[in-house]
């Protein structure tokens, strides 16, 4: 009975995929961007008749709404291998400015500075004058 479980879980397990298969793959709401190109590699692997165009553009489709997936979309990246090395750079560039702490917090979006706060202008000084007699 045993090795009957075993044998019908590890045909599951080691199945090969299509590339409808890798379209299916999306980074998930609170994953990582490193962990989902880790596991995309990963089924990547495992789809030894899909071409690096195929697995390039599926990557990009699973990517969800971030500044990486702007990057991505707006950079001449043309190869699979290109691609899957700006995850690496991505994170390291992540990791490297949460660690300066409040100073992310001056960024926007794109990274760019943000316009520095103008002082506020000093109110007039009205001085109440007698009126000349």
């Not at 699979?80 to 409040?102: C, D, I, W």
């Not at 100073?103 to 760019?112: E, K, L, P, Q, Y």
């Amino acid at each position: 009975m045993k090795q009957t479980f075993l044998d019908h879980f590890m045909i599951q397990t080691d199945r090969l995929y299509t590339a409808d298969n890798l379209y299916m793959l999306q980074q998930g709401k609170d994953e990582p961007l490193r962990e989902y190109a880790a596991h995309f590699s990963h089924e990547y692997s495992r789809c030894p008749e899909i071409d690096d165009r195929a697995a390039f553009d599926a990557f990009k489709s699973g990517i969800r709404e971030s500044n990486f997936r702007y990057m991505v979309h707006s950079n001449p990246w043309n190869t699979y291998a290109e691609l899957m090395k700006q995850p690496t750079v991505h994170t390291k560039a992540e990791y490297f400015n949460s660690k300066r702490g409040s100073a992310t917090f001056a960024r926007n979006t794109f990274g760019d500075p943000l316009p520095t706060s103008v002082p506020t202008p000093a109110l007039p000084q009205h001085s109440a004058q007698p009126p000349s007699t």
